[in-house]
């Protein structure tokens, strides 16, 4: 390939593949967190490269019964994204069966009206769920159920979404599946020669992360919380509309031949044209340059004290109605709703006039808020972004119409989900199969994991087209592109490099600083880039670094805590609303800023890389 046709031509000493590796690298670190692209079309370049350039051969060598070299395609024998791939399918099948509703319905019945009540609950049955179902749909349920509590309490949701997202990323470091990051480096330190980490095997710190966890968030970080008012409370009242109407301009109205800014905007103000239909099609042009023609429909809003309820005609009027000829057509009653923009969207890179949101759902967007903003004008033309929050106003059945949309979750009202006790039972008896086959080491996690899958789709309990939508496939793109970066790295000889400049500076420290310091990097990287590429490229790195400590008079020590403390240190994500996916979910929905994660977390964060530091070495000995 085009390294081995250079290499020739340069230095011996300048090895072409470790700078090119390097070079992927540095690449691929600003496009995350330059965000230049998707991270899963990130990696996937970087995996382009590799081959494109012949730093991996694309087939395993082997000569004489021997491997002498691992190919590209060696990474697709890795266990992990098949693992992550069924554990989503595992808990959309526990989602669809409503076994997450009744835990939310449970919610609703216990958590009382007291703050630190409510936090205790809600936290404890999410911590425990997310230890063995993903936390992005536990979270993304709870959300509208937790929003409905506060409001029903007159507690404030700032007070208690980030204490969601953060129970839920604590509870999936009580085992190995709680979160993809453990099973990625579990996987990789397996093909590195380590001994496969059992199901429960982390659950020892993983509690005691819980109870510091929640003390510090109850006591301290409770305290940090903002207590702000979310996107529906923030808007001015008086803007609020309260019913949807239709005029038809009539011959000899004062609107014709002027535009709607000249004459009926000057007498109601208040009002908002949503759009002018002319023989059945919506005009694009603007407002002030519109010229209104006979027979041309308005669809106006305007807010309850502009109207004038008529009992015997069951209409509207308004007072100037008579004098522009405007007869009215139908009138339909109007509600507000917030909704969260997912990651996986449609409507993700579009602006709302490329949705069409009038036009395809009939819903008028009234604000939309981002990274700590309430935008209220000029939002048209931005391009909506997963963690967007919207506010909006539209009739029953239009909003009915835009919950379908895929990964579109609404938290003004808790989803509708008919819940089968049967199918409950089920759902609960194959995820209860699972854990018990991966604890008893019936089978390897990831066949457990295939048949669990295989099974909620067999039982009925998702469908094979809900299973295969349910799999977050940017995730699993993701995690190979790392892979075969991760590989290309060791393979070439930069993963030597890197471990003997690291022992270069920290070589001289005990091992407990070391494992310190690699608990902080993974922590810190997880906080700027995906915590699956920072699991992906850390772990042949810290084993290669245990390999050359120096302990009790000897060279090399065990590297189970040193890959223990980058599974915590990837899992615990605190500091920023973009870290981790469920953190994103909750931004926008508390009304937060951006500075509220890092003034909540990093003390959370700073305290459980100690405990961390000290305990690990304790569970794990180095020798």
Known sequence: MLIDWLQPFLPAEINLAIISVFLILVFVVLAFFREWGSPDVVALSAMGAILVLGI?????????????????????????????????????????????????????????????????????????????????????????????????????ASKLLIPLSFASILGGTCTLTGTSTNLIIDDVSQDLGLEAFGMFELTKLG???????????????????????????????????????????????TLVGKTLVETFLVEFPKANVLEVRRRGRTQETPLNDLIIHEKDRLLVTMHGKSFRQLKEEGGIRFEGQQDMSLTHMETRELKMLEGIVGPRSNMVGKTLKQVGFRRNFGINVLAIHRQGVNLKADFNSVKLAFGDTLFMEGPPDAFNRLKKQKDFVSLSEAPEMKVNPKKVWIGVGIAAAFVLGASLKILTIPALAILAAVGMILFRCVSPQQAYESVQWNIVFLIYGM????????????????VNGIMAVFGGFTPFVILAVVYLLSSILTELISNVAVAGLLTP??????????????????????????????????????????????????GYKFTDFPRVGVPLNLILWVVASLLIPVFWPFR
């Not at 509208?144 to 509590?149: G, K, S, Y």
């Not at 892979?483 to 890197?498: I, N, T, W």
């Open 56 to 156: 991996l051969p694309v087939k395993d060598v082997i000569e004489g019964g021997v491997l002498l070299e691992r190919g590209v395609f060696s990474i697709f024998s890795n266990g992990a994204p098949i693992t992550i791939a069924s554990m989503f399918v595992l808990s959309a099948g526990l989602e669809r069966t409503g076994v997450i509703a009744v835990m939310g319905r449970f919610f609703s019945k216990v958590a009382g009206t007291s703050e630190l009540r409510v936090m205790l609950v809600m936290m404890t049955m999410v911590a425990v769920l997310s230890a063995f179902v993903n936390n992005t749909p536990i979270v993304v349920v709870f959300l509208p159920i937790v929003l409905a509590h506060a409001r029903a309490t007159g507690l404030k």
């Open 207 to 253: 509690i005691i992360y819980l109870i510091v966890g929640f003390i510090y968030l109850l006591f301290i970080g409770r305290k940090l919380l903002p207590k702000r008012s979310s996107l529906s409370e923030l808007i001015d009242s008086e803007t609020t509309r309260e019913v949807l109407t239709q005029f038809q301009v009539e011959p000899g109205s």
């Open 483 to 498: 892979l075969a970066l991760g590989l290309a790295m060791d393979q070439s000889g930069a993963v030597g490099l890197l």
């Open 541 to 590: 790195i810290v084993v290669g670094i245990a390999a050359k400590i120096s302990y009790d008079g000897e060279v090399g020590v065990d590297p189970r805590p040193f890959i223990v403390a980058m599974m915590f240190g990837c899992s615990a994500s605190f500091a920023t609303p973009i870290g981790y996916q469920t953190n994103t979910y909750v931004y926008g929905a508390g």
